[in-house]
């Protein structure tokens, strides 16, 4: 079985205001495509209350770094009271969203994702002794690279999002 080392854990976005929840969502999947991230997406849920919708968009991309590990971000993106409003930007009207921004990041660095070492058990110790002496150092610095996709676009989502500030 894999092996998920934690990197980062329940970093948090909050923003409230103007936005564009499909631009943000495309913006989004063209940071994960530039970096070279896979996409997953495990949930996407859409409801319609009076005070305006709910979102909730769980999304799981991941990028192989060699055939032993790879790095697994995860976006939990709940949008609340989310209403459609028509705003005059440069004496044109634009359609936007208004309402509240929850996101949450989770980094990983998931190690042994084809199970090859979990045949036998002195396959299980070999790799372990192997983790622990001699690949150390390359775990450590796949791990960085985790860390530094993550505050990224966490800095990137900030940006994103402060440009709908007037």
Known sequence: ??????????????????????????????????????????????????????????????????????????LKMAFEEVKEVEIEKEGAKVKLNQGKVHITFDGYLETDYENRWEGKPIFFVIRTMFDKYVYAPFTAGFTEGVKRDIMHLHNNIKAFLNLYRF
Request: glycine share 4%.
């Open 1 to 74: 079985m894999s092996e998920r080392q934690i990197v980062v854990e329940k970093m948090h976005l909050e923003y409230e205001g103007l936005f564009s929840v499909a631009e943000l969502y495309k913006f989004i999947n063209e940071w994960l495509e530039d970096k070279g991230y896979d996409k997953r997406e495990k949930k996407n849920i859409e409801a319609v209350h009076p005070e305006g919708k709910s979102i909730e968009i769980e999304v799981e991309p991941w990028k192989k770094v060699t055939d032993y590990a790879k790095n697994v971000i995860k």
